[in-house]
């Protein structure tokens, strides 16, 4: 069954209490590091009624904006280091909240030879893929 639903607006769907609290879930389950206001995710849990209230009625008044996020370089094992952003667990939230309702909204008008930012896509994929038809061309 094809889902051909035209959407104008999803801010009823995706700030929701429930749509926000699944998202934090998999954010807190995620583990990872504090971002540039230093709270981690220990200490969101430990207000996270409060938080939770806070970005709700923040996305729902239309008044959230993400803090700035957190740079940190990470070595490689070339000896060289690799830049990484690292956002706020509270901005985690709000990233996943959207991305719960987004993405299987847009991964279905996504092209099949995309592989940026997908689930179950990688870089990996994409090079697999382009040495499977450059085989194809070359031994046809």
Not at 23 to 50: C, H, L, P, Q, T
């Given at each position: ?87 706020t667990v509270k901005d ?15 991964e279905k008008v996504f092209?099949?030879?995309?592989y940026g930012f997908r ?22």
């Amino acid at each position: 069954m094809s889902d051909k639903r035209t959407y104008y607006t999803l801010k009823d769907k995706i700030v929701t209490k429930k749509n926000m609290y699944k998202a934090a879930m998999e954010v807190i389950a995620n583990d990872g590091s504090a971002g540039i206001d230093g709270v981690g995710i220990e200490e969101f849990n430990r207000n996270y009624k409060v938080n939770m209230r806070e970005l709700y009625r923040q996305m729902k008044e239309d008044r959230y904006e993400a803090p700035p996020v957190l740079r940190v370089f990470i070595p490689k094992g070339d000896g060289c280091e690799r830049p990484l952003g690292i956002p706020t667990v509270k901005d985690r939230v709000a990233q996943g909240t959207l991305k719960r309702i987004m993405e299987p909204i847009f991964e279905k008008v996504f092209c099949d030879c995309s592989y940026g930012f997908r689930p179950g896509r990688s870089q990996l994929d994409a090079i697999n893929k382009i040495e499977n038809i450059e085989s194809r061309v070359t031994s046809g």
